[in-house]
């Protein structure tokens, strides 16, 4: 990890841009994006398998061997930390039969020794160990190593992995320029991990993703985090894969919220409803904390959200096209009180449940096939338009790349190990899969 350089306070929200007003809006990609079995396997290939995915922060790593595992879409990996002191990648798979090598969530061991035969390697991926296999001719133990994961560790500790095993494969500081000068405004090394938690919600990734990129909904749908930032000053700024958002924070002391009111009737949106009489509730210190936040969000399915109180992030993962786990890290300011921490926890939580409920009611109105498409404003949802342009963008070229190979491509495939045989073989594979059950029938897929 680099040497940290000066930290600042957060920015303020920049300035109106006059521009911004006169764009014309945009719809939203078709429903079916959403509920596709056959979208999600694309995007896993024109999106997943080429970008940076946030895991972890590195000071979760105290010694070497320490390691925790994942899994996304699938791609079982662990983030080790090596006897040198640095942080490595490694698709979870024994070189031998396919069999995990670690199989816990996490661990600490500089040792790691598949329990199927007993292949064991280091921790920097090298085999160790392989039984009985010491005399035979042409094996070597170095080319049967784990399979290494690309890995970059930022600045400020944050680690990202991208299975991308191409040879266009995007530098993490090409995918995510300038996200680490960004985040050179808030001291990562005056906070320590508090708790992890998750959430499984019925709908799409990108359901999660379109709440998470604007704050429109904010005033009716989250009356907590109304009260602690100015939702007037609420701006999302894309930034290249990646948006900055912005507010201003709530000075004084923010009015206690009674939660147990009906949105639909206490509502001020718009000046519908009944208005909330806050003026004479009780008082309490800001859950937000004493400065203007950092919040990022990491195209296609992470966040880093940083207050003064604590940070946390966000892995969101897709399990199915109407599926998602929702995966929460938080890390709270040193020296913080019980009490102190209890309320920042409380006050996520809160938001991050009310968004979850959102997901899961338009998600059975996205499922029933009478919503099509929705009509965005080009400035309160800036960023919904951002990134799923983004997706467009990358699913649109990779379609292109398929197309003229005439066949599926998988960039987080590992090819470079097959010999003559397997090619043969594999080849024969993909003749079968693209016959149908009858002779000289199609299998019905991509029309390639």
Same mark, same amino acid.
């Given at each position: 990890?680099?040497? !940290? ?43 997943? =398998? ?47 039969? !396919? ?70 494969? +995007? ?152 599926? +998602? ?6 890390? +709270? ?5 019980? =009490? ?67 066949? !599926?491509?998988?960039? !987080? =495939?590992? +090819? ?5 045989? =397997? ?26």
């Amino acid at each position: 990890m680099a040497t !940290a350089v000066e930290k600042v306070t957060p920015v303020a929200p920049p300035p109106d841009n006059e521009a911004d007003k006169l764009l014309p809006g945009r719809h939203t990609l078709p429903a079916s994006w959403w509920t596709s079995e056959k979208v999600l396997d694309f995007e896993k290939r024109a999106i997943f =398998a080429k970008a940076w995915l946030y895991c972890i922060h590195s000071s979760r790593f105290t010694k070497a061997g320490d390691y925790f595992s994942f899994n996304f879409l699938g791609w079982n990996f662990f983030v080790i930390k090596t006897k040198e002191g640095s942080i490595k990648a490694f698709h979870n798979i024994c070189r031998h039969r !396919a069999y995990p090598v670690v199989r816990k969530q996490q661990g600490s061991s500089t040792i790691l020794g598949c329990k199927y035969h007993g292949w064991s390697y280091d921790t920097d991926g090298l085999l160790k160990k392989a039984p009985h296999f010491d005399k035979i001719e042409g094996f070597e133990p170095k080319d049967n190593s784990l399979y290494e994961i690309k890995t970059h560790i930022s600045r400020q500790g944050l680690v990202f992995i991208n299975f991308d095993n191409t040879e266009n494969a +995007t530098p993490f500081e090409e995918f995510f320029a300038g996200l680490e000068t960004e985040m050179d405004e808030y001291d990562f090394t005056d906070y320590e991990y508090h708790m992890s938690y998750e959430l499984d919600g019925q709908f799409n990734w990108k359901t999660l993703m379109d709440g998470y990129q604007e704050c429109y909904h904010c005033p009716t749908a989250h009356p907590g985090l109304n009260q602690a930032f100015k939702m007037e000053t609420y701006k999302v700024v894309p930034k290249g894969n990646y948006c900055r958002h912005y507010a201003k924070i709530v000075q004084e002391e923010v009015p206690i919220i009674d939660d147990n009111g009906d949105a639909d009737q206490e509502s001020s949106w718009f000046g519908f409803g009944k208005k909330r009489d806050i003026s004479k509730a009780e008082k309490k210190e800001n859950p937000g904390g004493s400065f203007n936040g950092l919040w990022c969000y990491l195209f296609p399915t992470n966040g880093v959200n940083c207050y003064s109180p604590a940070w946390y992030s966000i892995r969101v993962l897709p399990i199915t096209a109407k599926r +998602t786990i929702l995966q929460y890290d938080i890390y +709270t300011k040193k020296g913080a009180t019980e =009490a102190q921490k209890k309320e920042f926890v409380d006050f996520l939580q809160q938001v991050e449940i009310e968004d979850y409920n959102l997901c899961e009611a338009t998600q059975k109105n996205l499922n029933n096939g009478v919503y099509n498409t929705g009509y965005l404003h080009p400035t309160k949802e800036k960023g919904v338009l951002h990134y799923q342009g983004l997706v467009s963008k990358m699913v649109k070229n990779h379609y292109e790349l398929e197309k003229a190979a005439g066949q !599926a491509i998988n960039p !987080a =495939a590992l +090819t470079g190990s097959r010999n003559e045989e =397997a090619e043969e073989l594999e080849k024969i594979c993909s003749g079968i899969e693209c016959m149908g059950s009858n002779p000289g029938e199609q299998h019905e897929g991509l029309e390639w």
